[in-house]
């Protein structure tokens, strides 16, 4: 019977050491980063088996830009953040390429930025096979933002308007 009362809070011990590096939010553990208000997580969405969540951030004038950050993790297992980063560029338009790590789905690439076009309706990049990927579009009530996880050798982009007009383009 003494064995198991010191067996019991050892091992309480140990499972709050091992769980310890997670957060039991998504939001707590990105304030562990990013304590200023300034950064605001916007969207959030699953792809394979990481969570690519989106945020606000400020940028070094004034202005605002849009981060990337990649957790893995469950409500149920709490979350660590893997990797993130942000941009700030001028212009209504934006659009930045990092490579994320997703797991047991490898590494790809996430194109993704933000248009303050009003008239957008898709976005559309090609993958280094030639092939024609649609990006999701999101309205945040912040900004339109937009991402596609894919492959590319360079990038190919368009954003256009529900009646196929292309109202930016990269190259």
């Known amino acids: 019977m003494r064995r198991l009362a010191t067996a019991i809070p050892i091992a309480i011990l140990i499972c709050l050491a091992l769980a310890g590096c997670r957060s039991m939010t998504m939001e707590e553990e990105f304030r562990k980063t990013y304590p200023d208000d300034g950064y605001e997580l916007v969207y959030h969405e699953p792809v394979a088996d990481r969570e690519l969540a989106f945020f606000k951030a400020p940028g070094p004038s004034g202005g605002e830009g849009l981060g ?41 690439e996430v194109v993704y930025g933000y248009t303050d076009e009003k008239d957008a309706a898709s976005v559309e990049l090609t993958d280094r096979d030639g092939s ?20 590319i050798e360079s990038l190919n982009l368009k954003l256009l308007s529900g009646d196929g007009t292309v109202l930016y383009q990269v190259p």
Do not use: N
């Open 68 to 108: 990337l950050a990649v957790f893995e993790g469950s409500s149920r297992e709490g979350w660590k953040m893997t990797q993130s980063g942000s941009f700030h560029y001028p212009g209504g338009t934006v659009v930045d390429v990092g490579r994320v790590d997703l797991g047991k789905a490898g590494s790809k």
């Open 132 to 151: 024609v990927i649609e990006a999701k579009l999101i309205d945040t009530g912040w900004r339109r933002i937009w991402y596609a996880v894919t492959t």
